[in-house]
């Protein structure tokens, strides 16, 4: 297992180091690229070796594994052993001086990268050039070392290779009448990779197309704006064809129009803007770098996007357009899938959950922005009241305060915190009356967080047994609802605010988990805003449903289970990562399903592994689950596209993303049955994954949980043409 394990780690640390140039994670690109650094033998192994000696430094300097078969540590490296060995031939004296170079490069690497972290930037090909620029330089006077021919009788190692078809196909490309702007893109691209030739252009493109087709359209793109820029201004074209500093156009359309900001309309937009911006750029610092005789490789590129990624940062508000991308998947299109099904998902989403100040059935009487008191500063406020089924909020004639169904009614705490104010003995109102000069009535503020407060009012006078500094949990009695103050009939307000005192002004801030009814269904919201005559209620958890899901690190789950061919025993295990984020790990296939429970809702945010597993058919099954039982209750949720459409159905979708999508994934839960409501033992769930092709399902796979004494007795899964069926035991 551990030689197995090394091989692996060393396979993906290689490989990765390769595709990291063109930001990816992708295997057919890894190959591909390393297969085009060995079109010139030398240069290739000089690179490989490159990638090794870097990847072996940081781990014996003791650096995360992680990390190094990420190839953080190798890409740099990579770069500057493809450019000396492009310089210099093989001998002793030049493998002396890789490991030296790899040295500086490794140390540069680690320190730009603990310096930039502090403004989460990244390092780029800094270390590349602090590298190749640091023996270039030195090297000068380095007898030992001797200079090569390599490139200027290309046909000559090519046919040494003894691959005729690789020397027509050379001409070809290169001797055709190809397009100029072509030929020069494709040599652009290959010069990446110290390659100056179409060829090797071509077979990157391919590999870009592969890993991404909105990366791919980008590098197209990108080189296109620079290519008729220059013709528009009358630079000397040429200096994009035989100085190949063309890829800092193509590295820079990538980086910003796709991988560090999410793919959209903005960022394709900010990616063409700067290119005008690099263009001069590159001819004022390749005028200085001429003076001394090096080359300036990708200086334009790192410095265009650290100077703009880092005034995004800058930014009042961090999340307006273009946007960064929060969790990086190395992929253009899962950090754009992952975006737009997030801001559908989270759209609302506040780390601190703030509920609803009471238990059962209430109506919204006044919103926000509402007709009567719900205006200016204090806009973003709710009034709640208790109505029967005949929309009335009183028995008999309403007269008397104790005949409103809310009055006397518990208010709660609406989540965690301390108490902050305290406004009691203020007297109950006669119904129609108002008292103006108290104008909040028996109040309580409670602090959640750092600038978070909610405050209840128009309690009963005498209700309030609390005292400021009092510690209070989330559904914690505060008082009852009265009709004190501002209130000429029984009801209760509620706001959030960032200030401490009775009667801040309010602030926009969504309620985390309740249920609203209608025509006899209930639709679960999440971090949602209640609106004015909505029927409301508070989640009330379901203890079956909460057992089932409470997923603590350690815990193992075991199933059996049968797909129509074979039987076998699948486990998973409970784990967490250093930043503490819970996952159901399954050691067989290497797939991990992140998820978050709140005790009141469980949901998947994440998915790392093969999509024909078990736990990748529980992660799309229950995607997200309240963990509580109503009849008549669905949850509604969109996935990720890439979760449920493969690549090839997705292949042309991809292009258009950014723009505009035709193709959606989608999730709904439903809760079927429940064996007896006061001391249940069975709740059955249905689930459904719809993929849709301008609003056609083209794909669905259908789920029932069978949820028996406080755990997941079973899950079945069907697709179209097989049945899974998983027994747990625990």
Same mark, same amino acid.
Request: net charge negative; charged share 20%.
């Given at each position: 297992m551990i030689a197995r394990f090394n091989i692996v780690f060393w396979f993906e640390s290689i490989i990765h180091s390769y595709t990291q140039v063109f930001f990816s994670k992708n295997k057919i690109l890894g190959v591909l690229l390393i297969i085009t650094t060995f079109f010139d033998f030398s240069l290739g192994l000089s690179g490989l070796l490159a990638v090794i000696i870097s990847n072996l430094l940081a781990l014996i300097l003791g650096f995360d594994r992680k990390y190094i078969s990420e190839g953080s540590y190798g890409f740099n490296g990579l770069l500057v052993g493809l450019g000396l060995g492009l310089f210099y031939e093989p001998n002793t004296a030049f493998f002396v001086l890789l490991?030296?170079?790899?040295?500086?490069?490794?140390?540069?690497?680690?320190?730009?990268?603990?310096?930039? =972290?502090?403004?989460?930037?990244?390092?780029?090909?800094?270390?590349?050039?602090?590298?190749?620029?640091?023996?270039?330089?030195?090297?000068?006077? &380095?007898?030992?070392?001797?200079?090569?021919?390599? $490139?200027?009788?290309? !046909?000559?190692?090519?046919?040494?290779?003894?691959?005729?078809?690789?020397?027509?196909?050379?001409?070809?490309?290169?001797?055709?009448?190809?397009?100029?702007?072509?030929?020069?893109?494709?040599?652009?691209?290959?010069?990446?990779?110290?390659?100056?030739?179409? !060829?090797?252009?071509?077979?990157?493109?391919?590999?870009?197309?592969?890993?991404?087709?909105?990366?791919?359209?980008?590098?197209?793109?990108?080189?296109?704006? %620079?290519?008729?820029?220059?013709?528009?201004?009358?630079?000397?074209?040429?200096a994009l064809g035989y100085s190949y500093i063309g890829f800092n156009f193509i590295l820079s359309g990538i980086a910003l129009g796709s991988f560090f900001l999410v793919p959209s309309k903005s960022s394709y937009l900010w990616a063409f803007a700067l290119v005008p911006p690099m263009v001069v750029i590159t001819a004022a610092v390749g005028s200085i770098f001429s003076l001394i005789q090096i080359g300036m490789y990708s200086l334009p590129f790192n410095m265009v996007v650290l100077i703009f990624l880092y005034v995004l940062k800058l930014r009042i508000k961090p999340n307006s357009k273009p946007e960064e991308v929060a969790i990086q998947l190395y992929s253009p299109e899962k950090n754009l899938y992952e975006r737009l099904s997030n801001a559908k998902r989270y759209s609302n989403f506040k780390w601190q959950a703030i509920g609803l100040p009471f238990f059962g059935e209430w109506s919204v009487s006044q919103g926000h922005?509402?007709?009567?008191?719900?205006?200016?500063?204090?806009?973003?406020?709710?009034?709640?009241?208790?109505?029967?089924?005949?929309?009335?909020?009183?028995?008999?004639?309403?007269?008397? /305060?104790?005949?409103? &169904?809310?009055?006397?009614?518990?208010?709660?705490a609406s989540g965690d915190g301390v108490i902050e104010k305290?406004?009691?003995?203020?007297?109950?109102?006669?119904? $129609?009356?108002?008292?103006?000069?108290? *104008?909040?009535?028996?109040?309580?503020?409670?602090k959640h967080g750092y600038q978070l407060y909610s405050q209840v009012s128009h309690l009963k006078e005498d209700s309030i047994k609390l005292k400021k500094g009092d510690e209070v949990k989330k559904g914690d009695i505060i008082g009852r609802c009265g009709n004190? $103050?501002?209130?000429?009939?029984?009801?209760?307000?509620?706001?959030?605010?960032?200030?401490?005192?009775?009667?801040? +002004?309010?602030?926009?801030?969504?309620?985390?988990?309740?249920?609203?009814? +209608?025509?006899?269904?209930?639709?679960?919201?999440? &971090?949602?805003?209640?609106?004015?005559? =909505?029927?409301?209620?508070?989640?009330?958890?379901?203890?079956?449903?909460?057992?089932?899901?409470?997923f603590v690190p350690g815990r193992t789950l075991t199933f059996k289970?049968?797909?129509?061919?074979?039987? +076998? *025993?699948?486990?998973?295990?409970?784990?967490?990562?250093?930043?503490?984020?819970?996952?159901?790990?399954?050691?067989?296939?290497?797939?991990? %399903?992140? &998820?978050?429970?709140?005790?009141?809702?469980?949901?998947?945010?994440?998915?790392?592994?093969? /999509?024909?597993?078990?736990?990748?058919?529980?992660?799309?099954?229950?995607?997200?689950?309240?963990?509580?039982?109503y009849d008549n209750l669905s949850v509604k949720e969109q996935y990720p596209l890439h979760l449920l459409a493969p690549s090839g159905l997705r292949y042309l979708h991809d292009f258009t993303a950014p723009f505009f999508q035709y193709m959606s994934a989608q999730y709904r839960l439903e809760y079927i049955s429940i064996d007896d409501d006061l001391s249940p033992n069975k709740i059955e769930l249905h689930s459904s994954a719809n993929l849709k092709l301008i609003n056609k399902i083209t794909k669905q796979i259908d789920f029932k949980f069978i949820i028996k004494n406080s755990r997941f007795a079973s899950f079945e899964i069907k697709t179209n043409n097989k049945t899974i069926i998983a027994q747990c035991t625990e």
């Open positions: 490991v030296v170079a790899m040295l500086i490069t490794v140390l540069v690497t680690i320190a730009t990268s603990g310096f930039l =972290a502090k403004y989460a930037l990244p390092y780029l090909s800094i270390p590349f050039l602090v590298g190749i620029w640091s023996v270039l330089l030195a090297s000068r006077g &380095f007898e030992s070392l001797g200079l090569s021919q390599k $490139g200027v009788y290309m !046909l000559n190692e090519l046919y040494a290779s003894g691959e005729v078809w690789l020397v027509n196909t050379y001409h070809w490309f290169n001797e055709s009448n190809i397009p100029l702007v072509v030929l020069i893109y494709l040599k652009s691209l290959g010069a990446i990779l110290f390659q100056f030739n179409a !060829l090797s252009g071509i077979i990157i493109a391919i590999g870009l197309l592969i890993y991404s087709r909105i990366a791919f359209s980008l590098s197209i793109l990108s080189f296109l704006v %620079a290519y008729y820029f220059y013709l528009f201004i009358g630079a000397d074209i040429d922005k509402g007709s009567y008191t719900h205006k200016e500063e204090w806009k973003e406020a709710w009034d709640f009241v208790i109505m029967d089924d005949d929309n009335k909020q009183f028995k008999n004639e309403g007269d008397f /305060r104790e005949d409103y &169904f809310c009055f006397n009614k518990p208010v709660l305290v406004l009691t003995g203020i007297e109950d109102n006669t119904i $129609g009356d108002s008292n103006l000069h108290q *104008n909040w009535g028996n109040s309580v503020v409670i004190s $103050g501002r209130s000429p009939y029984p009801h209760l307000h509620f706001q959030v605010q960032q200030t401490p005192f009775i009667g801040s +002004k309010t602030m926009e801030y969504p309620l985390s988990t309740y249920l609203v009814k +209608k025509n006899d269904t209930l639709k679960f919201k999440f &971090f949602d805003f209640p609106k004015k005559d =909505a029927i409301i209620k508070s989640v009330e958890t379901q203890k079956l449903m909460t057992s089932a899901f409470h289970v049968n797909d129509g061919t074979e039987n +076998k *025993n699948v486990t998973w295990k409970v784990e967490n990562d250093m930043y503490n984020n819970r996952y159901l790990y399954c050691s067989e296939t290497n797939s991990k %399903a992140f &998820f978050v429970n709140d005790d009141t809702l469980h949901y998947f945010t994440l998915f790392e592994g093969k /999509r024909d597993s078990l736990l990748y058919y529980f992660f799309i099954g229950a995607y997200k689950v309240l963990l509580s039982y």
